[in-house]
Structures are given as C-alpha cells and as structure tokens.
C-alpha cells in the first residue's frame, strides 16, 4: 500500500517566516510533486522532481523553491512567507511512465498571518 | 498550454446515475485521469483512459474520445457516501497531469 506523508495537517505561520513542508513516500516512486489547491482554482502545479536532486517549475513557482535530497523526501520551502500563501498544498507521487497514477499525502492546511 | 473544463458543481439524487464532463485543449495526449476527493482529503484514482471509448470499474465507468477533446466519468446507483470533487486530469505532451477544476457532486436522499 503506498503512502505518501505530510509533515503536518496544520500550521500557522507570520508574514516574512520561512516556511518547511515536508513529504515522504515509501514506494520508491520516481516522480513527486507539489501543488496548491484554492477554492474555485483546482490544483496547481508548484514543483515537481523526477529525481534525485532534479527539480522543474511548475505553473506557479514564484515565492516557493524545493529540495529533493533523498529520492523518498521532498520539501517545499517558502522563502518569505507572505499571506497569498495561505492555502492547502498537497504533495503526491509516482511511477515513470505516462500511465501511472499519483499518490496523494493528506495535505497541510497553511495560515499566514 | 492547456485547458480543462468541468462543471463547477451537480447534484443527483441517492440511487440515480449521473454523467460528470471534461472537456480538454492540449499540446499532446498521453492520458486522461479521474479522481475521487472527499472534503478534507486527499484525492485518490479512479480511472485512467488513453484509448477511445468505456472504461467500467464496478459503480464507476469512464470514456474518452480523443477527438472530442471529451471524457465523461459515469456514476451508477449513486450512494450518499460518493458526495466528492471529482476531478479531471490530462497529460499532455510535456507527460506531467494538468487538472481541472474539479466538480463537486452533492448526493441527496
């Protein structure tokens, strides 16, 4: 059974704070990403790695950067948090190859006040 | 780029079946995927279509026409517990999904 973990469910950060959220996934899936999902805008694309220390912008990078270090781990770091961040970021992960389906983590809910 | 569009929202009524649409505009096709999203969790796969025509899997079919540019997700003898987003995902030529919207499916007795 894949699983796919969020660091936390929720968190509360200030304005100008750097922010961490991490991911892990225990099937040694190649491909992980980070979206973010509003009401009315669906999920979008931050970041996404295809591997180890690989990483490619998504539809919306601006204000965030990525870390993929270890191929089960991938952090999402918000430089200077700012409150158009807040939002539900969901990371999930996959096989390579176009068939193959993503694996979602729980998600975490960010306030920035 | 790329564009999907689903219905914003549908209702139906507990036992009926109801037809969930994806339209699509992309550079490339490399498949079109379904997922389930209850409130507060995380999506989870339903489907995944890359050739014309039906996919069934249980209470849940889908199809796909490539010329279309058109999926639907079909949901049989509906149940209260399939009140969820369903979302629709295609994966152009750059192979990474695009979603869209998604569709909040509001199931009453």
């Known amino acids: 059974d894949v699983k796919v973990t969020q660091s936390s469910r929720y968190l509360v950060k200030r304005t100008g704070e750097k922010v961490f959220l991490e991911c892990v996934q225990d099937?040694?899936?190649?491909?992980m990403f980070w979206y973010r999902q509003d009401p009315g805008l669906g999920l979008r694309l931050i970041y996404f790695?295809?591997?180890?220390?690989?990483?490619e912008k998504g539809d919306i990078p601006e204000g965030y950067s990525v870390s993929r270090e270890k191929k089960e781990r991938f952090s999402l770091i918000l430089e200077s948090a700012s409150t158009n961040q807040t939002s539900m970021y969901l990371c999930?992960?996959?096989?390579?190859?176009?068939?193959?389906?993503?694996?979602f983590g729980p998600g975490t809910r960010l306030t920035v006040t | 780029g790329q564009n999907i569009d689903q219905p914003t929202e549908m209702t139906a009524t507990e036992g009926a079946i109801v037809q969930i649409n994806c339209t699509y505009q992309?550079?490339?096709?490399?498949?079109l995927f379904w997922y389930q999203q209850h409130a507060g969790e995380a999506p989870t796969f339903l489907s995944y279509?890359?050739?014309?025509g039906l996919e069934e899997k249980g209470r849940f079919s889908s199809f796909l026409s490539r010329s279309k540019g058109y999926s639907y997700l079909l949901l049989k003898e509906l149940q209260m517990k399939d009140s969820a987003s369903y979302l629709c995902?295609?994966?152009?030529?750059?192979?990474?999904?695009?979603f869209g919207r998604g569709t909040s499916l509001i199931v009453h007795p």
């Open positions: 099937m040694d899936h190649e491909n």
């Open positions: 279509n890359v050739l014309d």
């Open positions: 992309t550079s490339g096709f490399n498949g």
């Open positions: 790695s295809y591997d180890v220390k690989m990483k």
């Open positions: 999930a992960s996959s096989l390579s190859g176009v068939s193959y389906e993503q694996y």
């Open positions: 995902a295609v994966k152009g030529g750059s192979y990474i999904p695009t």
